[in-house]
């Protein structure tokens, strides 16, 4: 006979706690049916916990984003609470929220009021999450002080529980908060702890939240390659947790990211997706922020009854949202259009009156006295326009004198360069073309300057204060070739020592077009001088030919290049001419340099008495770092060592060859430094870029020489040496040049580097730095050196002749 079997229903505080870890992971969707299934199921026998999975099913809608449902769900008929107790204080607090978010400010008054004072009252461990929902309701209507106190006595209960998730939460509005108030860096810190935090303990939501926040405070400082990845992987999680609401602004502000970096159908995607999204749930102030971006968008491609039709919308939403700053953007637009559409409506009148609005949004209050600017400018009222562009400038200018971190300052300019832009324009167009050169030039290695102490901290600059061009070129006995790259027309200046001339060259993508084709071909190993390569040829016409005149064979020039150019040797360009063709640096000594301000304070004159001429770094250990062993890097050393006595060289190599080693040696001490090594150049940051040395047998780990450590040791030096891969740096910040290896030992003070755009030749690298080493013993400038040693290849047989094995070392001047 078969024995019957009976069924243990499962134990209520078991399934419980694994929803809630459901929940606090981020599976929202799952755990919010479980909680509903298990509230119905045990409605009739065990009110107790059918009290509590309606609360946990509460709370998990409200992280959905569903506030409606939280107040139907809570206030359903025939459910009753208790008067007392951490119940009685969860449903306030979970009714609170959600009605404060609806705007029922004074029904969320009182139920958090008494959820405050059932807690006071029992000493309950609440305490830290009712202390977090007043801060996050205060944060809601923009009470950021309030807000804030509230958020630091929430994290001190959280450290005192240590209840991680808790203090994750409060970090992440304090974070928040830092953003409201502008303190960028501040938000940085406290969002990457955030982050941090909830990484370990899988609180998928909240990491949501933190990566999407730190995308957005990226893209406040500019830097949006960051921002767009952050929002990325945000929207990622959000999507994979079921947070719609969530997904739909990481996705948007994926779209805004876009945008900036110039990849409008990418744009106009992610927005139309998340637009989608936000019209499904019904999200009024998310529908008007996206209908904005677009109609913003639509504005700029000239798409003019698009951007109307957007702007309408964007406002109808705002209105309906009950937000009277989401209008100020949909308006802006408005008045832009005014000036396209047959409107009836003055321009003029319009931007003033947004304007008036705009005082709580510096950066749109930028843009608006950016456009009154074009506008008087348009009608020849040209001391109205430059008194506005002034003004947009000085806005600008105090937004970026609150962030004080040195790498969230190296992309903050690209939210100025088109006030620095349009306002250069504009002199130019009243013939002041120098006036426009100091202008542009004071947007020039901004960071850099700093970093070095040449520049005095003011958000009142003006161009007249800027450094005079001519003067710089006749102290330093050279010509200047000033590059300033835009999108229908780009500008080139050429400043000898007594004449300064302004060019009109191509527009961007012309130029961009003509770069990344021919540098195509040098990593291809291609041999431009007998190939006759057209593109080297178009480039010299287009970027050198115009200023020909001003450059005689023997000329010291200096580049400061611009966006693509950074990444451009003009060493490698070809001259005209049938049979007589030959690489520009037959004819001119070249060196980069990263603004005329910079060369201003060029040291001229003779090296250090007291230091000590070489530190040799190199040769290190590949073992466990992943990096193949370089095979000629002991030729190298042991060639450079000959062009110094032994008592005038330190030389580290092998197992000795550690990160530590380099700040041991007391670098400020040297004339020359010289590294033989692997290089790395990180994109997304590239203050991560490094040195490979060997790793310290107490930390296999750390093997890697950071920019970002470079930074913190002075340097005196004539000449830093990267004898590695991208020692220049792979990402170009607007106003800043390429920022890597190389821009990190000029930011510590070495006057010159010497860094590679691509990978070098193992072979043929020590052949250069062996004869540019020999020129320098010789008493020759490292400019003329290093020239000197790259002719010695062109002029050879051997297939180091191509500039793939020379052409990518540069030499970059500092100060």
């Given at each position: 006979?078969?024995g019957?079997r009976?069924?243990?229903?499962?134990?209520p505080?078991?399934?419980f706690?694994?929803?809630?870890s459901?929940?606090l992971?981020?599976n929202?969707d799952a755990?919010q049916?479980?909680?509903a299934?298990?509230?119905?199921d045990?409605?009739?026998?065990?009110a107790?916990w059918a009290?509590?999975?309606?609360?946990?099913?509460?709370e998990?809608?409200?992280?959905q984003?569903r506030r409606?449902d939280?107040?139907a769900l809570?206030?359903?008929?025939?459910?009753?609470?208790p008067?007392?107790g951490d119940?009685a204080?969860?449903?306030?607090?979970?009714c609170?929220?959600?009605d404060?978010?609806?705007?029922?400010?004074?029904q969320?008054?009182?139920?958090?009021?008494e959820?405050r004072?059932l807690?006071h009252a029992?000493?309950?461990?609440?305490?830290?999450?009712v202390?977090q929902?007043?801060?996050g309701?205060?944060?809601?209507?923009?009470?950021l002080?309030e807000a804030a106190?509230l958020?630091r006595?929430?994290l001190?209960?959280a450290?005192?529980?240590?209840?991680?998730?808790l203090?994750?939460?409060?970090l992440?509005?304090?974070?928040?908060?830092d953003?409201?108030?502008r303190?960028y860096?501040?938000?940085?810190?406290l969002?990457n702890?955030a982050a941090e935090?909830a990484?370990?303990?899988?609180?998928?939501?909240?990491l949501?939240l933190?990566?999407?926040?730190?995308g957005?405070t990226?893209?406040y400082?500019g830097?949006?390659?960051k921002a767009?990845s952050d929002?990325?992987?945000?929207?990622?999680?959000?999507?994979e947790?079921g947070?719609?609401r969530?997904?739909l602004?990481w996705?948007?502000?994926a779209?805004?990211?876009?945008s900036m970096?110039g990849?409008?159908q990418q744009?106009?995607s992610?927005?139309?997706?998340?637009l989608?999204?936000?019209?499904?749930?019904d999200a009024?102030?998310?529908i008007?922020?996206?209908q904005?971006?677009?109609?913003f968008?639509?504005?700029?491609?000239g798409?003019f009854?698009?951007?109307?039709?957007?702007s309408?919308?964007?406002?109808r939403?705002?209105?309906?949202?009950?937000?009277?700053?989401e209008?100020l953007e949909p308006?802006y637009?408005?008045?832009?259009?005014?000036?396209?559409?047959?409107?009836?409506?003055?321009t003029?009148e319009l931007?003033l009156?947004?304007?008036?609005k705009s005082?709580?949004?510096?950066?749109?209050?930028?843009q608006?006295?950016n456009?009154?600017?074009?506008l008087y400018a348009?009608r020849?009222?040209?001391?109205?326009g430059d008194?506005w562009f002034?003004?947009?400038?000085?806005?600008?200018?105090?937004?970026r004198a609150?962030?004080?971190?040195?790498e969230?300052?190296?992309?903050f300019f690209?939210n100025g360069?088109?006030?620095?832009?349009?306002?250069?324009?504009f002199l130019i167009a009243s013939q002041?073309?120098e006036?426009?050169?100091?202008?542009l030039?004071?947007?020039r290695a901004?960071?850099?300057?700093?970093?070095?102490?040449?520049?005095?901290q003011?958000?009142?600059?003006r161009p007249e204060?800027?450094v005079?061009?001519?003067?710089?070129?006749r102290?330093?006995?050279s010509?200047?070739?000033?590059?300033?790259?835009?999108?229908?027309?780009?500008?080139?200046?050429?400043?000898?020592?007594?004449?300064?001339?302004?060019?009109l060259?191509p527009?961007?993508?012309?130029?961009?077009d003509?770069?990344?084709?021919?540098?195509?071909?040098?990593l291809?190993s291609?041999?431009?001088?007998?190939?006759a390569?057209e593109?080297?040829?178009?480039?010299y016409e287009?970027?050198?030919?115009?200023?020909?005149?001003?450059?005689p064979?023997?000329?010291r020039?200096?580049?400061?290049?611009?966006?693509?150019?950074?990444?451009?040797?003009?060493?490698?360009?070809?001259?005209?001419?049938?049979?007589?063709s030959h690489y520009?640096i037959?004819?001119v000594?070249?060196s980069?340099?990263n603004?005329?301000?910079?060369?201003?304070r060029?040291?001229t004159g003779?090296s250090?008495?007291d230091?000590?001429?070489?530190?040799?770094?190199g040769n290190p250990v590949?073992?466990?770092?992943?990096?193949?062993?370089?095979?000629n890097a002991?030729?190298?050393?042991?060639g450079?060592?000959?062009h110094?006595p032994p008592d005038?060289?330190?030389?580290i190599?092998?197992?000795?060859?550690t990160p530590?080693a380099?700040?041991a040696?007391k670098?400020?001490?040297f004339?020359?430094i010289?590294?033989v090594?692997?290089?790395?150049a990180?994109?997304?940051?590239?203050?991560d870029?490094a040195v490979?040395l060997?790793p310290?047998p107490?930390?296999?780990d750390?093997?890697k020489?950071?920019?970002?450590?470079i930074?913190r040791?002075p340097l005196h030096?004539r000449?830093?040496?990267?004898s590695?891969?991208?020692g220049?740096?792979?990402r170009a910040?607007?106003g800043?040049?390429?920022?890597?290896l190389?821009w990190?030992?000029?930011?510590?003070?070495?006057?010159?580097?010497?860094?590679a755009?691509?990978?070098?030749?193992?072979a043929?690298?020590?052949l250069l730095?062996?004869?540019?080493?020999?020129?320098l013993?010789?008493?020759s400038?490292?400019?003329?050196?290093?020239?000197?040693?790259?002719l010695?290849l062109i002029?050879?047989?051997?297939v180091?002749?191509?500039p793939?094995?020379?052409?990518?070392?540069?030499l970059y001047?500092?100060?």
């Amino acid at each position: 006979m078969a024995g019957c079997r009976s069924s243990v229903a499962p134990d209520p505080a078991t399934v419980f706690q694994n929803i809630r870890s459901d929940f606090l992971h981020g599976n929202l969707d799952a755990a919010q049916q479980m909680a509903a299934k298990a509230r119905k199921d045990l409605s009739a026998g065990d009110a107790d916990w059918a009290m509590k999975f309606r609360l946990l099913e509460a709370e998990i809608l409200t992280y959905q984003g569903r506030r409606r449902d939280v107040i139907a769900l809570l206030n359903s008929p025939g459910v009753t609470y208790p008067a007392t107790g951490d119940l009685a204080i969860k449903r306030n607090l979970l009714c609170g929220l959600a009605d404060a978010k609806l705007g029922q400010a004074q029904q969320a008054d009182l139920e958090l009021q008494e959820a405050r004072r059932l807690s006071h009252a029992s000493n309950s461990e609440l305490e830290g999450e009712v202390l977090q929902t007043d801060a996050g309701v205060e944060l809601y209507r923009n009470h950021l002080p309030e807000a804030a106190d509230l958020s630091r006595k929430s994290l001190q209960v959280a450290r005192k529980q240590r209840d991680a998730y808790l203090e994750s939460g409060d970090l992440l509005n304090l974070g928040l908060i830092d953003i409201e108030m502008r303190h960028y860096d501040e938000a940085l810190a406290l969002l990457n702890e955030a982050a941090e935090l909830a990484r370990p303990i899988q609180a998928r939501t909240l990491l949501e939240l933190a990566l999407g926040n730190l995308g957005l405070t990226y893209f406040y400082l500019g830097d949006f390659d960051k921002a767009l990845s952050d929002f990325q992987q945000a929207e990622q999680e959000a999507k994979e947790i079921g947070t719609t609401r969530a997904q739909l602004v990481w996705l948007m502000d994926a779209g805004s990211s876009y945008s900036m970096l110039g990849d409008s159908q990418q744009a106009k995607s992610c927005l139309e997706q998340s637009l989608k999204a936000a019209m499904d749930i019904d999200a009024p102030a998310q529908i008007a922020d996206i209908q904005s971006t677009l109609a913003f968008l639509f504005y700029q491609k000239g798409q003019f009854d698009s951007a109307k039709t957007h702007s309408e919308e964007a406002i109808r939403a705002a209105r309906r949202a009950g937000n009277k700053i989401e209008e100020l953007e949909p308006l802006y637009v408005q008045a832009l259009l005014s000036s396209h559409l047959a409107s009836g409506q003055d321009t003029e009148e319009l931007l003033l009156g947004v304007y008036g609005k705009s005082t709580e949004s510096p950066a749109l209050r930028g843009q608006i006295e950016n456009a009154l600017a074009k506008l008087y400018a348009g009608r020849k009222q040209s001391t109205r326009g430059d008194l506005w562009f002034r003004k947009s400038i000085r806005t600008f200018e105090d937004q970026r004198a609150e962030v004080s971190e040195e790498e969230h300052k190296l992309p903050f300019f690209a939210n100025g360069e088109a006030l620095y832009r349009d306002y250069a324009d504009f002199l130019i167009a009243s013939q002041k073309q120098e006036q426009a050169l100091q202008l542009l030039d004071i947007g020039r290695a901004r960071t850099l300057a700093d970093g070095l102490g040449s520049t005095k901290q003011s958000s009142n600059t003006r161009p007249e204060k800027a450094v005079e061009a001519q003067s710089v070129a006749r102290k330093a006995d050279s010509t200047i070739l000033f590059y300033s790259l835009g999108e229908e027309k780009s500008y080139l200046w050429a400043v000898s020592p007594h004449h300064t001339q302004l060019f009109l060259l191509p527009g961007k993508a012309a130029i961009t077009d003509q770069v990344q084709r021919y540098q195509k071909a040098i990593l291809k190993s291609s041999d431009p001088l007998r190939e006759a390569n057209e593109t080297a040829k178009t480039l010299y016409e287009t970027l050198v030919s115009p200023a020909a005149g001003m450059l005689p064979k023997g000329s010291r020039v200096f580049i400061i290049a611009d966006g693509i150019l950074n990444e451009l040797n003009f060493e490698t360009l070809l001259t005209p001419g049938t049979g007589s063709s030959h690489y520009w640096i037959e004819d001119v000594t070249i060196s980069n340099a990263n603004s005329i301000r910079m060369l201003s304070r060029l040291n001229t004159g003779p090296s250090r008495g007291d230091a000590k001429k070489l530190l040799l770094i190199g040769n290190p250990v590949a073992t466990g770092t992943g990096y193949e062993s370089l095979v000629n890097a002991f030729a190298e050393i042991r060639g450079l060592e000959t062009h110094f006595p032994p008592d005038s060289r330190t030389v580290i190599t092998q197992s000795e060859a550690t990160p530590s080693a380099y700040a041991a040696s007391k670098p400020g001490q040297f004339q020359y430094i010289h590294f033989v090594a692997h290089g790395t150049a990180s994109q997304l940051s590239p203050l991560d870029s490094a040195v490979v040395l060997s790793p310290p047998p107490s930390d296999p780990d750390n093997f890697k020489l950071y920019a970002r450590e470079i930074m913190r040791f002075p340097l005196h030096a004539r000449l830093v040496t990267i004898s590695a891969c991208y020692g220049s740096g792979s990402r170009a910040y607007v106003g800043e040049g390429l920022v890597g290896l190389s821009w990190a030992f000029l930011r510590a003070g070495s006057h010159n580097v010497i860094g590679a755009l691509w990978e070098v030749n193992d072979a043929s690298t020590p052949l250069l730095m062996d004869r540019l080493y020999g020129e320098l013993a010789a008493g020759s400038a490292p400019d003329a050196a290093l020239r000197a040693a790259k002719l010695s290849l062109i002029h050879s047989p051997a297939v180091y002749r191509k500039p793939l094995y020379w052409g990518g070392f540069q030499l970059y001047t500092g100060s």
